[in-house]
């Protein structure tokens, strides 16, 4: 097993505790969030992505949280070796936060009489359905991710740039800038472990009066996302980063 997976496990459990926490406290209902909108939901989401990378380094890992930067990062260096280990981390550790977000807001299932509210607690739903432009929202989401994450962290800025320990907070921001510029369209889940782990919890879950985990879109938040990291580590190489 890489050094690096207990990390990644527990980076992206505490992702997803922020993340999707955020979602649940803005959407159900008797929540003392409820409807406090969208800036919310997307800065919840920035600090998430902040307090995962700074749990996953601590615990030995890159602090990649996410199957499509795991593999931009191959790309860049040709190793493939952790794709793999660290996706299937990736995805548990999802799982388990998407778990402990239903255990923490219990009583609220019940109040919320909405199966699509309670859904979008979990997992990604796009604004208006179609497989092609679902598709290329998220591999643009994605792409712009790993390829501004690559450019923070890259030789050039290292140099010139942010101090030493600034990436995850800067990483933090580009998602909260992706969050309000970009998520609009499929709900910007641009990380397949965050969309499938919580998916999977959804659909196992005794969650009170929910409905399907609609799995006919659930390829889209899967395959999306690993093509725009593919892209972006094919470009990060080709610049040099």
Same mark, same amino acid.
């Given at each position: 097993?890489?050094?690096?997976?207990?990390?990644?496990? +527990? =980076?992206?459990?505490?992702?997803?505790?922020?993340?999707?926490?955020?979602? *649940?406290?803005?959407?159900?209902?008797?929540?003392?969030?409820?409807?406090?909108?969208? #800036?919310?939901?997307?800065?919840?989401?920035?600090? *998430?992505?902040?307090?995962? @990378?700074?749990?996953?380094?601590?615990?030995?890992?890159?602090?990649?949280?996410?199957?499509?930067?795991?593999?931009?990062?191959?790309?860049?260096?040709?190793?493939?070796?952790?794709?793999?280990?660290?996706? /299937? *981390?990736?995805?548990?550790?999802?799982?388990?936060? /998407?778990?402990?977000?239903?255990?923490?807001?219990?009583?609220?299932?019940?109040?919320? !009489?909405?199966?699509?509210?309670?859904?979008?607690?979990?997992?990604?739903? !796009? *604004?208006?359905?179609?497989?092609?432009?679902?598709?290329?929202?998220?591999?643009?989401?994605?792409?712009?991710?790993?390829?501004?994450?690559?450019?923070? +962290?890259?030789?050039?800025?290292?140099?010139? =740039?942010?101090?030493?320990?600034?990436?995850?907070? %800067?990483?933090?921001?580009?998602?909260?800038?992706?969050? +309000?510029?970009?998520?609009?369209?499929? =709900?910007?889940?641009?990380? !397949?472990?965050?969309?499938?782990?919580?998916? @999977? /919890?959804?659909?196992?879950?005794?969650?009170?009066?929910?409905?399907?985990?609609?799995?006919?879109?659930?390829?889209?938040?899967?395959?999306? !996302? #690993?093509?725009?990291?593919? %892209?972006?580590?094919? +470009?990060?190489?080709?610049?040099?980063?």
């Amino acid at each position: 097993m890489p050094h690096g997976v207990l990390g990644e496990f +527990l =980076g992206t459990a505490i992702l997803i505790v922020f993340g999707n926490g955020v979602v *649940a406290n803005v959407l159900l209902r008797r929540s003392k969030a409820e409807n406090a909108g969208w #800036m919310v939901i997307t800065t919840g989401w920035a600090f *998430a992505v902040m307090a995962g @990378v700074f749990t996953a380094i601590a615990c030995g890992s890159e602090g990649h949280l996410n199957p499509a930067v795991t593999l931009g990062a191959a790309v860049v260096s040709g190793d493939y070796s952790h794709v793999a280990w660290y996706t /299937a *981390a990736q995805i548990a550790g999802a799982f388990l936060g /998407a778990c402990i977000v239903w255990l923490h807001f219990l009583p609220h299932w019940w109040e919320t !009489p909405e199966p699509d509210l309670k859904r979008a607690c979990f997992c990604t739903a !796009p *604004a208006i359905r179609g497989p092609l432009s679902n598709l290329i929202s998220e591999i643009i989401g994605t792409f712009v991710l790993v390829f501004v994450a690559d450019a923070i +962290l890259s030789k050039a800025v290292a140099k010139n =740039g942010p101090a030493d320990g600034l990436g995850p907070y %800067l990483i933090g921001c580009v998602v909260w800038g992706i969050g +309000l510029s970009l998520g609009g369209t499929t =709900g910007y889940a641009i990380n !397949p472990a965050r969309d499938f782990g919580p998916r @999977v /919890a959804h659909a196992l879950l005794p969650i009170a009066k929910k409905e399907g985990s609609d799995w006919s879109y659930a390829p889209i938040p899967i395959i999306g !996302p #690993m093509i725009g990291g593919a %892209l972006a580590g094919l +470009l990060a190489k080709t610049l040099g980063f």
